[in-house]
């Protein structure tokens, strides 16, 4: 697919990337002691946390009287400094850790997933 000059960037920016969650204010005590911070707009249809430009939101498609597929619909990456300090942290709030720290040549990373099924993961690269 060609989008025009090879060194013009994306023909698209990156806003926000959502997960699909069945029950908004589970998901968004979970996400506010995961990140550490309260959102930046926090309703019972769609809620955000801001992330240098990029938002990441939790979508509730039955307010608009829809459903989505719950768990594993998205695969979104935080990266930290301390990956076993964050393992530490975050295995005593996910509901359930899919797989503890593993390493591969420097990327070391672990899943989790949250209080609606869908997996998280957490990472950092070794300097």
Known sequence: MSTGSQDSGPAMELSTVYVGVEDMGRALEFYAELFGTE???ADDRFSTFAFDGVDFGLYRAGADGGSVEFGDNCVP???VSDVDAEFERVSEL???VVHGVVDVDGYRCFHVR???GNTIEI????S
């Open 39 to 41: 959102p930046t707009k």
């Open 94 to 96: 996910a509901p359930e």
């Open 123 to 126: 990472f950092g690269v070794d």
């Open 114 to 116: 949250d209080t609606e």
């Open 77 to 79: 990456n935080f990266e």
